[in-house]
């Protein structure tokens, strides 16, 4: 057997001659070329790795699996699996997935692909639709007409008041009070015709259910101007609209309704808006067509998120970033469309309240006690010292909305706690604390 091909000239002469090194020589030399041949074989190269580019935040588009760098499974998600198990809950009834703000990062993930009942969670789908089709700043018009004489000297209108809707999703007991003002300083404290109403017009409905009525919503205004002040004669009924102008009232900007929405998870502002958006199906096809979601990822049954509606963790991580971006476009922060962990009145307000959490979870809940045996969801933003602004879906369902809430707020909380603690970036004061929206009420007389 000959490797004079292969050796180098000191090795051959020592392998001839000399006997006691022969073994040994052999030894090394058949180790040397076992390493050079594998090396060869798998096209190893001394060249460092390429250097990652830098991540751009805000990015709606997740990187390509080539330049994902996942990193090793949290401890918190294996406790949180864990706890599942020993309450005798299937895993295939959860879903999570924590990514960085870029998309390019995955932190935890467990059935991220598979859809869910989001419930109140799909109330972000429908804001990031309302934010694209009708701007931030946008407000809803009411129309006041009158149809009949104005007699100032008797404070009187002679004839009906006629209200043109417009789907303004918060019209309150506030708002007509401001409108009875001012109707006042045109000279009408009486009305002997009608109250009514043309368009679609609804008088905000609080509460958990959507509580939506056209003919409540009159009755409601009715008795609000009555309060007021404002005495209608002819009691109420719907019609066209006609008369001169009177007066328009506008609502707060769209930013400020949808946080109020986002905050108390409020159904009736969902189901109005979704309504001025087309509805649901507006909504999905939006989704479908702007963020390349599949049809087996969405499907929107009511803006609000009520009854039966199913999107996964990563379609809900998809809607989030784009609405983030589109925030950031607008040069507005997160915290400006949802709630504050802690700070803000709603849903969230007792949840991460202590001052190790206060300013750094900003969420959308989600609860449905009669659909899927029970859900509660939470997607929001995360701040942690250690790898900054991460996005999160946590989905629960076939179980106790009670129980759920303390699993996802431990598991957020020691998830934070493993990437170098919490780092408290969003506002401290509570927005919107006194529940009255800054509407404007315009004279057209």
Not at 152 to 178: C, I, R, W, Y
Not at 224 to 239: E, H, Y
Not at 267 to 278: D, H, K, S
């Amino acid at each position: 057997m000959k490797f004079s091909g292969y050796l180098p000239k000191f090795f051959l002469h020592t392998f001839q001659t000399n006997s006691t090194f022969n073994g040994l020589a052999l030894i090394l030399i058949a180790s040397l070329l076992m390493i050079s041949c594998t090396a060869r074989s798998q096209g190893v190269s001394t060249e460092p790795p390429p250097t990652p580019e830098k991540a751009t935040l805000l990015s709606a588009t997740p990187a390509p699996e080539s330049v994902k760098n996942e990193m090793p499974p949290l401890l918190a998600l294996d406790n949180y699996k864990k706890t599942i198990l020993s309450r005798w809950q299937r895993l295939e009834d959860q879903g999570v997935l924590i990514e960085t703000l870029d998309g390019k990062h995955t932190l935890a993930e467990l059935n991220a692909d598979n859809a869910f009942n989001p419930a109140s969670v799909m109330k972000l789908a429908t804001s990031l639709v309302a934010l694209e089709k009708l701007s931030p700043s946008y407000r809803f018009r009411t129309n006041f007409y009158a149809d009949g004489n104005i007699d100032k000297t008797a404070h009187k209108l002679s004839g009906d008041l006629v209200v043109e809707g417009n789907l303004d999703p918060m019209f309150s007991h506030f708002d007509a009070e401001q409108v009875a003002a001012e109707l006042f300083k045109l000279g009408i404290s009486q009305v002997t015709g009608k109250l009514r109403i043309a368009g679609t017009f609804y008088f905000f409905a609080r509460g958990y259910k959507s509580n939506l009525s056209r003919e409540t919503s009159k009755i409601k205004l009715y008795e609000a101007f009555r309060r007021a002040g404002l005495k209608i004669d002819g009691g109420t009924s719907f019609g066209e609209k006609s008369g001169a102008p009177l007066l328009a009232h506008y609502s707060d900007i769209l930013t400020n309704l949808l946080l109020y929405q986002n905050a108390h998870s409020s159904n009736a502002i969902a189901e109005v808006i979704g309504e001025q958006l087309g509805g649901a199906e507006a909504i999905q096809k939006y989704l479908i067509e702007n963020l390349q979601l599949q049809e087996a990822e969405v499907y929107v049954g009511r803006p609000s998120g009520l009854e039966f509606n199913r999107l996964t963790p990563r379609a809900s991580l998809k809607i989030l970033r784009a609405l983030v971006e589109l925030l950031n476009h607008h040069s507005l922060k997160p915290e400006q469309l949802l709630p504050v962990a802690g700070v803000d009145q709603g849903t969230l307000g007792g949840r991460f309240a202590d001052d190790d959490w206060r300013g750094a979870i900003l969420a959308k809940t989600g609860t449905l006690f009669t659909y899927d045996r029970g859900v509660s969801t939470l997607v929001g933003i995360a701040y942690t010292k250690a790898r900054g602004a991460l996005l999160f879906a946590i989905f629960n369902s076939d179980g106790r909305i009670h129980a759920y809430r303390h699993l996802q707020d431990n598991f957020l909380e020691q998830t934070i706690e493993e990437l170098g603690g919490a780092n408290a970036l969003a506002r401290k004061a509570a927005a919107l604390e006194d529940n009255k929206m800054a509407s404007i009420v315009q004279r057209l007389y």
